[in-house]
T-cell receptor
Framework: AQSVTQPDIHITVSEGASLELRCNYS??????LFWYVQSPGQGLQLLLK??????LVQGIKGFEAEFKRSQSSFNLRKPSVHWSDAAEYFC???????????FGTGTLLAVQP | NAGVTQTPKFQVLKTGQSMTLQCAQD?????MYWYRQDPGMGLRLIYY???????DKGEVPNGYNVSRLNKREFSLRLESAAPSQTSVYFC?????????????FGEGSWLTVV
């Protein structure tokens, strides 16, 4: 079975501070992993994806994520958060054998001025 | 580029009414998906279709039916709507493996069942 866990439901950071959002997965093979961002009342925007190669992946808006197979993790990072980054972030896993894309429950990010 | 188009964007139904959410993609993708999004639960997979003419159940299929009549379109039907089906519904399609299996989403359909 495949699953995605985002342990942090809600995170608050100060503007300019660094950010790390956690994502753990369960899957029997190498997964395709994604991070999406959703602003209130909006659809989902792809931030970045990993499917092979370099385990440090760069995305849009200054985000990056690191795939760690030994820890079954794909954490999202940003060195300096901007107020416009306040949104909900979803980690997702696509399993080629199942053809399913499964999401975590999301992490809501608040940014303090 | 249109990408993934969902209709309607907003809908209010009475309990017991039926309706169909339409989804179409113009990217020639084989796989398409329907999700529902509820607060604190993320996106949950309702049904998916690996190719034209095939459909499979996801995590929460009860109360829904789907139809994949052609490669472009994947519709979701609520035969007898219930208040528990009040949610935001997203349709998605998936690029081929050579393109990294990226999933593209529609803008969502807000459904309220009263």
């Amino acid at each position: 079975a495949q699953s995605v866990t985002q342990p942090d439901i809600h995170i608050t950071v100060s503007e300019g501070a660094s950010l790390e959002l956690r994502c753990n997965y369960s899957y029997g093979a190498t997964p395709y992993l994604f991070w999406y961002v959703q602003s209130p009342g909006q659809g989902l925007q792809l931030l970045l994806k990993y499917f092979s190669g370099d385990t440090l992946v760069q995305g849009i808006k200054g985000f990056e994520a690191e795939f760690k197979r030994s820890q079954s993790s794909f954490n999202l990072r940003k060195p300096s958060v901007h107020w416009s980054d306040a949104a909900e972030y979803f980690c997702a896993l696509y399993g080629g054998a199942t053809n399913k894309l499964i999401f975590g429950t999301g992490t809501l990010l608040a940014v303090q001025p | 580029n249109a990408g993934v188009t969902q209709t309607p964007k907003f809908q209010v139904l009475k309990t017991g009414q039926s309706m169909t959410l339409q989804c179409a993609q113009d990217m020639n993708h084989n796989s398409m998906y329907w999700y529902r999004q509820d607060p604190g639960m993320g996106l949950r997979l309702i049904y998916y279709s690996a190719s034209e003419g095939t459909t499979d159940k996801g995590e929460v299929p009860n109360g829904y039916n789907v139809s994949r009549l052609n490669k472009r379109e994947f519709s979701l039907r609520l035969e007898s709507a219930a208040p528990s089906q009040t949610s935001v519904y997203f349709c998605a399609s998936r690029a081929a493996a050579l393109s990294g299996n990226t999933i593209y989403f529609g803008e969502g359909s807000w459904l309220t069942v009263v």
